[in-house]
């Protein structure tokens, strides 16, 4: 039974320019949400994907975006990449409400 | 504005002994909350969660949830230095599975 399984596991760009980020959920979840944690920090929560639709967003610009397909699977887009973007993305799926999440390994992403 | 807060730390304590992580939340309506232990460079890896008042135990760990007062703790007994690692409290405020998580509290076990 496969978990979450996130790629790149490392990715480095330049400022300004754009990045998707790939996610696959464990087996059985239908619920894909997407986290950046800063060194230091705990994993702040960008948005939520639910039958392929936006459920969630949190306090994050425009220049993050998503998309969920049909099989489950998300994608997380950042534009127009700024310093601050460096961290670590997490990619966390579930199944129903309030189940706790699963997390997969994460995609460190340096931009400089 | 829904808020976790947990003391940074590092919290330290000698190997066999019992750590005690806290973690306050702003809002009394909340339901779910969540254990997650994170070793660094890795991902959080779910250990406990708790929906009710009074405690939750499973093997070593002991969750303890207090709705009137807005906290929810984990004891860890018999702390070993695997146990080292940065511990985040979670919780989902409004029953739309969205987890909010607090800054996590480092632990330290030595031998």
């Known amino acids: 039974d496969a978990g979450v399984t996130q790629s790149p596991t490392h990715l480095i760009k330049t400022r300004g320019q754009q990045v998707t980020l790939r996610c696959s959920p464990k087996?059985?979840?239908?619920?894909v949400s997407w986290y950046q944690q800063a060194l230091g920090q705990g994993p702040q929560f960008i948005f939520q994907?639910?039958?392929?639709?936006?459920?969630q967003r949190g306090n994050f610009p425009d220049r993050f975006s998503g998309h969920q397909f049909p099989n489950y699977s998300s994608e997380l887009n950042v534009n127009a990449l700024l310093l601050g973007d460096s961290a670590l993305y997490l990619c966390?799926?579930?199944?129903?409400?309030?189940?706790?999440?699963?997390f997969g390994s994460g995609t460190r992403l340096t931009v400089v | 504005q829904k808020e976790v807060e947990q003391n940074s730390g590092p919290l330290s304590v000698p190997e066999g002994a019992i750590a005690s992580l806290n973690c306050t939340y702003s809002?009394?309506?909340?339901?779910?909350f969540f254990w997650y232990r994170q070793y660094s460079g890795k991902s959080p890896e779910l250990i406990m969660s708790?929906?009710?008042?009074g405690d939750k135990e499973d093997g070593r760990f002991t969750a303890q949830l207090n709705k009137a007062s807005q906290y929810v703790s984990l004891l860890i007994r018999d702390s070993q230095p695997s146990d080292s690692a940065t511990y985040l409290c979670?919780?989902?405020?409004?029953?739309?599975?969205?987890?909010?998580f607090g800054t996590g509290t480092r632990l330290q076990v030595f031998p």
């Open positions: 966390a799926s579930s199944r129903g409400q309030v189940s706790g999440y699963t």
């Open positions: 087996s059985g979840h239908d619920t």
């Open positions: 994907y639910y039958e392929e639709e936006e459920r």
């Open positions: 809002d009394r309506v909340s339901q779910s």
């Open positions: 708790i929906y009710s008042n």
């Open positions: 979670a919780v989902n405020f409004d029953n739309t599975d969205k987890l909010i």
